[in-house]
């Protein structure tokens, strides 16, 4: 599966950006998409997930980023509104070709294809 995103950019508090990630593949209905983010000097985090019919946010970005998936496009894309300086880092596309049960798809280790990453700086 291959992945990339766009989408990224500068822009200010309070504003928005819309993210998109465009994957290969014939089967992408099954797969589960995530995003995750980056910020400098630290771990690659969780920030929403798309498990079906279910949509899932870390709670840093709950109530202003909305994750929804386009099934026909192959896409994914995430809407982020009232973006804060802490919200600056580098967002990346993650999609696992299986949905287990026991995952709740929040981890970096149970994704395994991720696209190159698109910045996103948010000015104060």
């Known amino acids: 599966v291959q992945l990339a995103e766009s989408g990224g950019g500068l822009v200010q508090a309070g504003g928005s950006l819309r993210l998109a990630c465009g994957a290969s593949?014939?089967?992408?209905?099954?797969?589960?998409m995530g995003w995750f983010r980056q910020a400098a000097g630290k771990e690659r985090e969780f920030v929403a997930t798309a498990l079906g019919g279910i949509t899932v946010y870390a709670d840093s970005v709950k109530g202003r980023f909305t994750l929804s998936r386009d099934n026909t496009k192959n896409t994914v894309v995430l809407q982020m509104n009232s973006l804060k300086p802490e919200d600056t880092a580098v967002y990346y596309c993650?999609?696992?070709?299986?949905?287990?049960?026991?995952?709740?798809?929040?981890?970096?280790?149970?994704?395994?294809?991720w696209g190159q990453g698109t910045q996103v700086t948010v000015s104060s």
């Open positions: 593949g014939s089967t992408f209905s099954n797969y589960v």
């Open positions: 993650a999609a696992a070709e299986r949905w287990y049960s026991s995952r709740n798809y929040r981890n970096t280790n149970e994704y395994n294809n």
